[in-house]
């Protein structure tokens, strides 16, 4: 699937209970899973740095040294603190299993080091699956998985509230796991079986986020309940796990709508809650901090700023809080930081004495974003962070702060200086590839939220970060001239213009001259002909709504529609013939073949498959009318006439999409690259005999869920494989 981000770009009701189903150990054979390599591979990520929202970091409370962290799509991890770097956790989980890589909640046990253990699920929309519990005894090495029959949203509203999962202060053996629409669950064998916890208060609604945060306060339970109106209860808590209450004397009012996180500071017998008008990460405009004395029950708004106000330049100061985290070494020493603070820009307030006086972390400091310079966005410099809701303290150390944001995690190790942890944290949702056949790079990505990017080298971040001139958030499309890789081009969303051209392989840009007005709103896939000479541009609404294609004979400057082109089509520019354009309509599917150089289209084959917009048609380096027809379960085919027919390719059942790479010594084809399937399991897979046979590259401990977008070979070295993934970055593998 590609990211589903429902409150930055666009439920069912569930039962009472789950019911408890038998853990399966991960790897056990089963359908579509567990078929053995045929080749050796090693498979690493391209860095680029972090590049996703990190919606939680846990240190573990006896550990020195050990945390884990976890995202909206992109998995979860353990930091290393030998090799300064983050181990991820659970590449294992394959194409089926594509809805499990967003982590929800995790939970480590206090009296157990080794134990781990992680709640997934991305999205509990109906056609998304059920979520799991994955638990560990050696910190997430190998994991024992039980599936249960509850969604969750990992990548949903309120994902970036605290954990929903929690060991038992009284009992290791007992863990509580709080659902958005399926009220509080609890297990008893350590996660293997789970049911419906008795007694919880909170209504389950289909629409609500449920139950928003666990946490233990000595050896009673604390649970935030997402679901209120301002004026009712949301924060209960029980003694003995069996009769719960509503927290006497608690906040309201709509600044305190929504508990987000709380930290309990031991030594004073605080309890300190973020609250927000709206779950988050988007949408807050109000909120506050308070903390309950538990000694004696009186609560005490500790927020160091009231929202909405007016900044320096009259904008509205609206926010709302999010993370907090306590001292574990120092008593009434906590950090708090706002989120979806836009105008004045989200903070960190830091405060020694209980919450009385407050200092804004921000002001005072150094962001050094020299390993990973797209964080400018383009600027000269970047921001403190947005998107601020996982905030941590590290308990053996009073000056080691990480907090998440949207696109990476700072850390501080002097509470002044900052700079992304993130070294093994990729987490970005990648749409293009492109390994060019000559030049400094050889690879240039377009992605979710970060645009494009020309990779000098795969194991350090783009030193020039993301195309600029303009920046795009999420690319939509990118392209290079086969005849002349010196010329790329891109398109995507910018509030600065949607297009652009490269004449030096895509280190630095120009804008389109001007532009077709569907492209600010409708930006969809571009493509060149082989020389560079002819540039077609398609528009599709974020909606799905699907509009004309246009035509550029001037590097951008004027367009002219082409009334013959199928609508919301994909453009594919013949690498051998710089008059020849394919298009495949995936509505009707039918093959459109331009001869004049995308002046006109007209129908090639037809009667192929049809009804998905994610069918994919890909050219054959070096060759003019060899194409290759991904149409996902109906299988692959190949056209050797342009695209007036095709036949099928009898050695696979599957094909998602496919790529080529340098050919094999003593090959004259292309080697080819695909993700598909040749007998059970959904995988990668490298031919070296135009698709007559193929050999699986990747393994049981590297799938990534959906990788279904786009792979790319390198021409320049055999073996090499680019591939897209849906929140694990960019993978690249090679024979070893």
Same mark, same amino acid.
Request: proline share 5%.
């Given at each position: 699937?590609?990211?589903?981000?429902?409150?930055?770009?666009?439920?069912?009701?569930?039962?009472?209970?789950? %019911? !408890?189903?038998?853990?399966?150990?991960?790897?056990?054979?089963? !359908?579509?899973?567990?078929?053995?390599?045929?080749?050796?591979?090693?498979?690493?990520?391209?860095?680029?740095?972090?590049?996703?929202?990190?919606?939680?970091?846990?240190?573990?409370?006896?550990?020195?040294?050990?945390?884990?962290?976890?995202?909206?799509?992109?998995?979860?991890?353990?930091?290393?603190?030998?090799?300064?770097?983050?181990?991820?956790?659970?590449?294992?989980?394959?194409?089926?299993?594509?809805?499990?890589?967003?982590?929800?909640?995790?939970?480590?046990?206090?009296?157990?080091?080794?134990?781990?253990?992680?709640?997934?699920?991305?999205?509990?929309?109906?056609?998304?699956?059920?979520? %799991?519990?994955?638990?560990?005894?050696?910190?997430?090495?190998?994991?024992?998985?039980?599936?249960?029959?509850?969604?969750?949203?990992?990548?949903? /509203?309120?994902?970036?509230?605290?954990?929903?999962?929690?060991?038992?202060?009284?009992?290791?053996?007992?863990?509580?796991?709080?659902?958005?629409?399926?009220?509080?669950?609890?297990?008893?064998?350590?996660?293997?079986?789970?049911?419906?916890?008795?007694?919880?208060?909170?209504?389950?609604?289909?629409?609500?986020?449920?139950?928003?945060?666990?946490?233990?306060?000595?050896?009673?339970?604390?649970?935030?309940?997402?679901?209120?109106?301002?004026?009712?209860?949301?924060?209960?808590?029980?003694?003995?796990?069996?009769?719960?209450?509503?927290?006497?004397?608690?906040?309201?009012?709509?600044?305190?709508?929504?508990?987000?996180?709380?930290?309990?500071?031991?030594?004073?017998?605080?309890?300190?809650?973020?609250?927000?008008?709206?779950?988050?990460?988007?949408?807050?405009?109000?909120?506050?901090?308070?903390?309950?004395?538990?000694?004696?029950?009186?609560?005490?708004?500790?927020?160091?700023?009231?929202?909405?106000?007016?900044?320096?330049?009259?904008?509205?100061?609206?926010?709302?809080?999010?993370?907090?985290?306590?001292? %574990?070494?120092?008593?009434?020493?906590?950090?708090?930081?706002?989120?979806?603070?836009?105008?004045?820009?989200?903070?960190?307030?830091?405060?020694?004495?209980?919450?009385?006086?407050?200092?804004?972390?921000?002001?005072?400091?150094?962001?050094?974003?020299?390993?990973?310079?797209?964080?400018?966005?383009?600027?000269?410099?970047?921001?403190?962070?947005?998107?601020?809701?996982?905030?941590?303290?590290?308990?053996?150390?009073?000056?080691?702060?990480?907090?998440?944001?949207?696109?990476?995690?700072?850390?501080?190790?002097?509470?002044?200086?900052?700079?992304?942890?993130?070294?093994?944290?990729?987490?970005?949702?990648?749409?293009?590839?492109?390994?060019?056949?000559?030049?400094?790079?050889?690879?240039?990505?377009?992605?979710?939220?970060?645009?494009?990017?020309?990779?000098?080298?795969?194991?350090?971040?783009?030193?020039?970060?993301?195309?600029?001139?303009?920046?795009?958030?999420?690319?939509?499309?990118?392209?290079?001239?086969?005849?002349?890789?010196?010329?790329?081009?891109?398109?995507?969303?910018?509030?600065?213009?949607?297009?652009?051209?490269?004449?030096?392989?895509?280190?630095?840009?120009?804008?389109?001259?001007?532009?077709?007005?569907?492209?600010?709103?409708?930006?969809?896939?571009?493509?060149?002909?082989?020389?560079?000479?002819?540039?077609?541009?398609?528009?599709?609404?974020?909606?799905?709504?699907?509009?004309?294609?246009?035509?550029?004979?001037?590097?951008?400057?004027?367009?002219?529609?082409?009334?013959?082109?199928?609508?919301?089509?994909?453009?594919?520019?013949?690498?051998?013939?710089?008059?020849?354009?394919?298009?495949?309509?995936?509505?009707?599917?039918?093959?459109?073949?331009?001869?004049?150089?995308?002046?006109?289209?007209?129908?090639?084959?037809?009667?192929?498959?049809?009804?998905?917009?994610?069918?994919?048609?890909?050219?054959?380096?070096?060759?003019?009318?060899?194409?290759?027809?991904?149409?996902?379960?109906?299988?692959?085919?190949?056209?050797?006439?342009?695209?007036?027919?095709?036949?099928?390719?009898?050695?696979?059942?599957?094909?998602?999409?496919?790529?080529?790479?340098?050919?094999?010594?003593?090959?004259?084809?292309?080697?080819?690259?695909?993700?598909?399937?040749?007998?059970?399991?959904?995988?990668?897979?490298?031919?070296?005999?135009?698709?007559?046979?193929?050999?699986?590259?990747?393994? /049981?401990?590297?799938?990534?869920?959906?990788?279904?977008?786009?792979?790319?070979?390198?021409?320049?070295?055999?073996?090499?494989?680019?591939?897209?993934?849906?929140?694990?970055?960019?993978?690249?593998?090679?024979?070893?």
């Amino acid at each position: 699937m590609r990211t589903f981000n429902l409150s930055r770009r666009a439920v069912l009701a569930g039962t009472a209970a789950a %019911a !408890a189903l038998t853990a399966l150990p991960v790897g056990q054979a089963r !359908a579509h899973a567990a078929e053995a390599a045929g080749s050796s591979y090693r498979w690493r990520n391209v860095f680029i740095g972090g590049t996703g929202f990190v919606t939680g970091v846990l240190f573990h409370p006896s550990v020195r040294g050990l945390a884990y962290a976890r995202t909206d799509i992109g998995g979860a991890y353990r930091w290393d603190s030998g090799a300064a770097a983050w181990i991820p956790l659970t590449d294992h989980l394959g194409w089926d299993d594509w809805n499990l890589l967003g982590v929800e909640a995790m939970a480590v046990d206090p009296a157990h080091p080794n134990r781990v253990y992680l709640a997934l699920g991305t999205y509990a929309q109906s056609w998304a699956g059920d979520g %799991a519990v994955l638990r560990s005894e050696d910190r997430g090495a190998t994991w024992a998985r039980t599936d249960l029959t509850v969604k969750l949203g990992a990548n949903e /509203d309120g994902r970036g509230t605290g954990e929903r999962l929690l060991v038992d202060p009284r009992d290791s053996d007992t863990l509580w796991l709080g659902t958005r629409h399926d009220g509080l669950l609890k297990s008893t064998d350590r996660g293997a079986t789970w049911a419906a916890a008795t007694g919880f208060p909170g209504t389950p609604s289909a629409s609500g986020q449920g139950v928003t945060l666990l946490v233990a306060v000595g050896r009673t339970l604390y649970a935030g309940w997402g679901d209120s109106d301002g004026s009712a209860a949301n924060l209960f808590r029980t003694a003995d796990g069996t009769k719960w209450e509503a927290v006497p004397g608690q906040p309201s009012g709509t600044a305190a709508k929504v508990p987000i996180r709380a930290a309990y500071d031991r030594f004073t017998r605080e309890l300190y809650v973020t609250y927000a008008n709206a779950p988050g990460p988007n949408g807050q405009s109000d909120g506050s901090v308070h903390k309950l004395c538990t000694a004696n029950g009186k609560w005490a708004d500790v927020s160091p700023v009231k929202p909405g106000g007016t900044t320096s330049d009259g904008s509205a100061d609206t926010f709302g809080y999010g993370g907090v985290a306590v001292d %574990a070494r120092r008593p009434g020493t906590l950090v708090v930081s706002t989120n979806n603070r836009w105008a004045a820009v989200d903070t960190v307030f830091r405060s020694t004495d209980g919450g009385r006086h407050w200092t804004s972390l921000k002001d005072s400091a150094v962001l050094d974003v020299s390993q990973t310079p797209y964080l400018k966005w383009g600027a000269d410099a970047p921001k403190f962070g947005w998107w601020i809701q996982a905030l941590a303290l590290d308990p053996y150390d009073s000056r080691h702060v990480v907090y998440g944001t949207g696109a990476t995690l700072y850390g501080t190790r002097d509470l002044k200086h900052w700079a992304p942890q993130i070294r093994g944290m990729e987490e970005t949702s990648v749409r293009q590839l492109i390994s060019p056949p000559a030049g400094e790079a050889h690879l240039i990505s377009g992605s979710g939220d970060i645009g494009v990017m020309y990779h000098e080298r795969l194991t350090a971040s783009p030193s020039r970060g993301m195309a600029t001139n303009p920046v795009f958030g999420s690319a939509t499309g990118l392209a290079q001239a086969a005849a002349k890789p010196a010329y790329v081009v891109r398109s995507g969303w910018g509030d600065h213009g949607n297009g652009a051209y490269s004449n030096d392989g895509g280190q630095t840009w120009a804008p389109f001259e001007a532009q077709p007005s569907l492209a600010k709103d409708a930006p969809g896939p571009i493509a060149v002909n082989a020389d560079g000479s002819v540039l077609l541009w398609v528009f599709v609404h974020w909606d799905g709504t699907k509009y004309p294609a246009y035509r550029s004979t001037d590097n951008g400057a004027t367009w002219t529609e082409i009334s013959s082109f199928p609508k919301g089509a994909t453009p594919v520019a013949d690498p051998a013939d710089p008059t020849h354009f394919h298009a495949y309509d995936t509505d009707t599917g039918t093959l459109y073949v331009s001869t004049d150089s995308g002046l006109s289209f007209t129908q090639g084959a037809t009667g192929l498959p049809s009804g998905d917009s994610q069918f994919e048609l890909v050219a054959a380096p070096g060759r003019s009318g060899d194409l290759w027809l991904s149409v996902k379960w109906n299988g692959l085919y190949r056209s050797t006439d342009g695209g007036l027919s095709f036949d099928k390719v009898d050695s696979c059942w599957a094909s998602y999409t496919l790529g080529f790479g340098k050919a094999a010594d003593g090959a004259d084809y292309p080697a080819i690259y695909m993700v598909g399937s040749t007998e059970t399991i959904t995988a990668v897979y490298r031919s070296d005999d135009e698709a007559k046979t193929w050999v699986r590259i990747n393994d /049981d401990r590297h799938q990534w869920g959906w990788t279904g977008e786009v792979i790319t070979g390198d021409p320049r070295v055999y073996g090499r494989v680019y591939l897209a993934t849906n929140g694990r970055g960019i993978q690249y593998g090679e024979p070893v």
